[in-house]
């Protein structure tokens, strides 16, 4: 398996940005597909959005499609989250996830390699 670091989360007000990112080491990270899920309390955790093996596959949760963009950079063995527009309902611990595939992967239980997230606080 990946391990997985996470940065860039904080409190940010609603129509601001914030950018995530998500270091990987131990494996060939070129191999993994990436995705960036989120929980809000109370919630059951949930796909944000999704990137294949290199970049050329995305998937956007409906909620986040066209304010958020993923990307990622094998070069540095790295997964961004670019967030914009960003909304209460946005507020979440978000979580960096791999799982090594040439497929896009859209749905949590397909990764086997965690972050230990960092929180996205969006006031109004």
């Known amino acids: 398996q990946v391990q997985l670091v996470e940065s860039g989360g904080g409190l940010v007000q609603a129509g601001g940005s914030l950018r995530l990112s998500c270091a990987a080491s131990g494996r060939t990270f070129s191999n993994y597909a990436m995705g960036w899920f989120r929980q809000a309390p109370g919630k059951e955790r949930e796909s944000v959005a999704t990137i294949n093996w290199n970049g050329g596959r995305t998937y956007y949760a409906g909620s986040v499609k066209g304010r958020f963009t993923i990307s990622r950079d094998n070069a540095k063995n790295t997964v961004s989250l670019q967030m914009n527009s960003l909304k209460p309902e946005d507020t979440a611990v978000y979580y960096c996830?791999?799982?090594?595939?040439?497929?896009?992967?859209?749905?949590?239980?397909?990764?086997?390699?965690w972050g230990q997230g960092t929180q996205v606080t969006v006031s109004s």
């Open positions: 996830a791999a799982r090594e595939s040439a497929s896009l992967l859209h749905w949590d239980y397909q990764y086997d390699s």
